[in-house]
């Protein structure tokens, strides 16, 4: 089975700072993988995905990811953090069109 | 752009009563997930719909929870009765296809229910 765990429940960063969400991945074949973000009360909306193409993928709003087989990681970074960033960030993985959601981080953003 | 809708966005009700949702997917998409999602944590798929016909529901507890999408297009979660246990947000998401593991699926707002 596919599953995925994001290591910090919990991130803070600084405005302008740089933001790195982790999460690694367990699969027995090349996985499809996908970062969600979710503000508050809202629904999810897909930053971007990795489907065996290029292993650093470019999503929106300034956020990419790099896929690393040997590490079985796909963590999410941005250069610079702003306000409207602090969000709800989801790791997700999927097997045929069934969606697995690691735990969440959350990511908080100090002026 | 296109957008999933559903309504309401918010619902408040007592246990032992009935509630529904309501969920209109992306014009042309065939699938249909219906996700709870309990607060602090990530969706849970409840139902997976292609075209009118379920093609998953064994996370859906059949002893009080009914889902349909008769014309193939839009879809109504129902709840009832409803217990304590059910507040979370009801997610639905569409995608065009199915079976392909890299296809993006697209989340409406979502419905949070409290039950009091």
């Known amino acids: 089975a596919q599953s995925v765990t994001q290591l910090d429940s919990h991130v803070s960063v600084s405005e302008g700072t740089p933001v790195l969400l982790r999460c690694n991945y367990s699969s027995s074949y090349s996985p499809s993988l996908f970062w969600y973000v979710q503000h508050p009360n809202k629904g999810l909306q897909l930053l971007l995905k990795y489907t065996s193409a290029a292993t650093l993928v470019k999503g929106i709003n300034g956020f990419e990811a790099e896929f690393k087989k040997s590490e079985t990681s796909f963590h999410l970074t941005k250069p610079s953090a702003h306000m409207s960033d602090a969000a709800e960030y989801f790791c997700?993985?999927?097997?045929?069109?069934?969606?697995?959601f690691g735990g969440g981080t959350r990511l908080m953003v100090k002026p | 752009e296109a957008e999933v809708a559903q309504s309401p966005r918010y619902k408040i009700t007592e246990k032992s009563q009935a509630v529904a949702f309501w969920c209109d997917p992306i014009?042309?998409?065939?699938?249909l997930y219906w996700y709870r999602q309990i607060l602090g944590q990530g969706p849970e798929l409840l139902v997976q719909f292609q075209d009118e016909s379920v093609v998953d529901d064994s996370q859906l507890p059949k002893d009080r929870f009914s889902a349909e999408r008769l014309k193939g297009v839009d879809s109504t979660l129902k709840i009832q009765p409803a217990e304590l246990g059910d507040s979370a947000m009801y997610l639905c998401a569409s995608s065009l296809l199915t079976g392909l593991r890299e296809e993006t699926q697209y989340f409406g707002p979502g419905t949070r229910l409290l039950v009091l």
């Open positions: 014009s042309g998409h065939a699938t």
């Open positions: 997700v993985t999927s097997s045929g069109n069934m969606l697995t």
